[in-house]
């Protein structure tokens, strides 16, 4: 790592330059390899659909659709490598603290944004799609445009990914002493309705099944969230007295 106060504006353009480029390699190097199992992991996705049709609406929607999931899943396994590299640029700029907040809070961050996309398309989905496919089922069959179904897969992941953010927000936000604990508790109520007015806006359906299936796990975060926020409010009393 370079010592960064001692480098020139120049270079550190030309440092940013060179660690952009190798993360563009590492992300092109991953997806060469990743488009081997595009085909698997389309299957998995369409797997709640069951014996229902995927089509395609254009000759070049699927090649265009295979190379975007190669991309993403490229981008996806090469995150870690590709966060070294932002880290190792910035960590010569940021003080102790920062730097212990960024190693332990972006592993976190990566974690609970996995286990959101795991629980949409293994729970969510597979429980929620049946549903929207009995809408109008004695007048029309169901038949998906593969580009349509994976737009709206991937837009209840990023929503599930964000909301499994929760405890790791309010663990942040505790410890920087904006909020405690005992408000995160006197919220519970206030809280538990924005989420089921949330799973409404986020879930392409209305039912209690699939309302439940996003209020409960962002109910049951929320209550991590306050177990961390006493976690972060005993941290910051800690490095309060060492620091007297």
């Known amino acids: 790592m370079s010592d960064s106060k001692d480098m020139t504006l120049t270079e550190h353009i030309q440092e940013l330059r060179q660690r952009l480029l190798r993360a563009l390699i590492v992300w092109l190097v991953v997806t060469i390899g990743a488009t081997f199992f595009v085909d698997y ?3 998995w996705l369409v797997k709640p659909l069951g014996e229902n049709e995927v089509i395609v609406l254009s000759p070049t929607e699927a090649p265009i659709i295979y190379f ?15 966060l070294y590299q932002v880290y190792t640029f910035v960590a010569p700029g940021l003080l102790a603290g920062e ?6 809070g972006v592993p976190a961050a990566l974690m609970l944004a996995v286990l959101g996309a795991l629980f949409t398309l293994e ?5 929620s799609l ?3 496919m009995r809408f109008l089922g004695g007048v029309v069959q169901p038949t998906y445009s593969l580009e349509q179904y994976l737009s709206f897969v991937t837009t ?3 929503w599930m990914g964000l909301l499994f953010q929760t405890p790791l927000v309010i663990y942040m936000i505790a410890r920087l002493g904006f909020i405690e604990p005992a408000q995160l508790t006197k919220l519970r109520k206030v809280i538990i309705f924005l989420a089921a007015v949330a799973a409404a806006v986020i879930t392409p359906t209305t039912d209690p099944v699939t309302m439940l299936l996003v209020t409960g796990p962002f109910v049951v975060l929320y209550e991590v969230g306050i177990m961390l ?10 490095a309060a007295a060492r620091a007297i």
């Open 41 to 43: 992991v389309l299957g």
């Open 68 to 82: 975007k999931v190669a991309l993403m899943m490229g981008f996806m396994f090469a995150l870690p490598y590709i």
């Open 99 to 104: 730097r212990a907040i960024f190693l332990a």
């Open 123 to 127: 729970v969510l989905i597979p429980l």
């Open 130 to 132: 049946p549903i929207l």
């Open 156 to 158: 209840l992941v990023v």
């Open 229 to 238: 926020a006493r976690v972060a409010i005993r941290q910051r009393k800690r």
